[in-house]
């Protein structure tokens, strides 16, 4: 380890290759050991001799909100991987830049207000209710939390952006998504690749799972565009309608390019993260009875049997501290890349102009400095007065700073009300020990997360009724 103050300690890896082996086969476990060994900014050295990419991982909470937050100016996410997104999902509100993301951040900011997003919590409700029709029919006894999460939260967002469409715009996310995340964060990762125009078989199945989703995309637009903003059942309220119709006073309304690439970045943001959350927040509470226990209880006494609304949420902080921690634990996305554009300093140490940053919230959450017993699961970290101790950026599952997750509220509306509405009528048990993690554009199980199901407390919980 390097000893001038002045430089950031360096990670070479391996003389021909650097870390970019490590990198590939196990990234979670490179950026943790390299922390542990170098401290709390590193660069770490990818690549062949000529083509070698040094990459700056900032670990530390202070370091994280300078990059994000105080000199987020000095900072853009235009490096290899954001523009690999660019040409996957459009240049909607996750890729765009500039004076471009503060018109699109105008546009859709009151379309995701905490009263806002509250109007879709019957939709949230009602997909859950069919999960567990779904498991009943099934025999009850068991579930595979990776793939039942997953399809559920497909099917919330499909059902909230496209309304009465949402059966056949679930089928069309489901085929196509997972490839197409996969691919743009291999191409992300790769320091040489062909150009997309090149016939690879990788190429063409992008090429194929891209057509087909924006086919879909396009043509709901359209049908949109032809009624005047009223469609099927749910009508204007659906957000595809709501984001046609969006207007602010110094902006001119989003054309039917923009309106695609911002239904492919919630489409990707609105299954991919909360279903990662969901399912490792249902898997921990599996590994713990006594907190699930805790929390059921919790949610019997202020629901009894009644479907949860938004205005019960508040009354559930043992729920919320619950997934807070899943959160800390496995956020969804574990690193936040970002190009520094001028030369700039960080935690005391000099960060070239054109430089890649990466920002971990995988490695922060796991901060000893921090966390004591990082991997310990322990919800009562976030009682408000442990919270108010800690530094802002200790935890930062959905980002921070001007490009902070616009949808945070909408998240966390999904994930306390299905997780309320699962723990009314299940008990959940028998879940493996570990679970293996792949890393994509998110991390997410590698295999099944397979739960055995028992029937919750059945004295205080029955059909649960509609909130409206």
């Known amino acids: 380890m390097q000893t001038n103050p002045t430089e950031v300690p360096t990670a070479n890896g391996l003389p021909l290759l650097g870390s970019m082996l490590d990198l590939r086969r196990d990234p979670l476990g490179t950026y943790e050991r390299a922390r542990k060994e170098h401290g709390d900014l590193v660069r770490i050295v990818a690549g062949l001799p000529g083509l070698r990419t040094k990459i700056y991982f ?14 987020s100016a000095n900072f853009r996410k235009d490096d290899a991987f954001s523009l690999e997104m660019r040409e996957t999902f459009g240049n909607g509100l996750l890729s765009s830049l500039d004076d471009d993301h503060l018109r699109q951040r105008r546009l859709l900011s ?29 025999g009850g006894a068991g579930a595979d939390l990776n793939e039942d999460m997953s399809r559920l939260t497909v099917r919330m967002i499909t059902r909230i952006l496209f309304g009465a469409d949402a059966e056949e715009a679930a089928e069309v996310v ?8 996969t691919y743009t964060l291999r191409r992300g990762l790769m320091p040489v690749k062909l150009p997309r125009s090149v016939p690879t078989p990788a190429n063409r199945r992008a090429r194929a799972a891209q057509a087909e989703l924006h086919a879909l995309c396009d043509r ?45 970045v919630f489409l990707l943001a609105g299954s991919d993260t909360t279903a990662t959350s969901l399912t490792f927040a249902l898997y921990l509470l ?39 921690e899943a959160m800390r634990l496995y956020p969804a996305a574990p690193v936040l890349i970002r190009r520094a554009v001028r030369a700039t300093v960080v935690e005391g140490r000099p960060i070239p102009a054109g430089a890649y940053v990466y920002v971990s919230p995988w490695v922060t959450h796991r901060h000893p400095s921090y966390w004591p017993q990082p991997e310990r699961f322990d919800p009562e970290r976030f009682r408000p007065e442990r919270e108010s101790g800690r530094s ?40 493996a020990e570990e679970v293996p993690l792949e890393t994509g554009v998110t991390i997410r199980a590698a295999r099944s997360v397979d739960c055995r199901l028992a029937p919750a407390d059945q004295s205080s919980v029955g059909a649960l009724p509609t909130s409206r």
């Open 220 to 264: 709901l637009i359209e049908q949109r565009r032809r009624s005047g903003g009223t469609v099927g059942e749910q009508g204007a309220d659906d957000l595809l309608t709501l984001l046609i119709n969006a207007r602010s006073d110094e902006d001119t309304p989003l054309n039917d390019r923009e309106l695609r690439d911002q239904v492919l």
């Open 286 to 324: 599996a590994r713990h009875r006594e907190v699930q226990d805790a929390t059921r209880a919790e949610v019997l006494s202020v629901l009894g049997g009644r479907r949860p609304a938004p205005a019960d949420l508040d009354a559930l902080p043992g729920l919320e501290r619950v997934l807070k």
């Open 174 to 181: 489901r085929r196509c998504m997972p490839a197409l995340s």
């Open 110 to 138: 009151p379309l995701f207000t905490k009263k806002k997003v509250a109007d879709y919590a019957d939709a949230i409700c009602d997909e859950v209710d069919a999960l567990c029709g779904q498991w009943e029919a099934d």
């Open 392 to 431: 802002r950026y200790a935890w930062f599952p959905l980002g921070g700073g001007p490009r902070s997750c616009i949808g945070n509220h909408f998240a966390m509306l999904q994930m306390k009300l299905t997780v309320a509405v699962l723990l009314q009528r299940y008990r959940f048990t028998g879940v």
């Open 58 to 71: 900032v670990f530390s909470a202070d370091g994280a909100q300078q990059v994000l937050a105080s000199q």
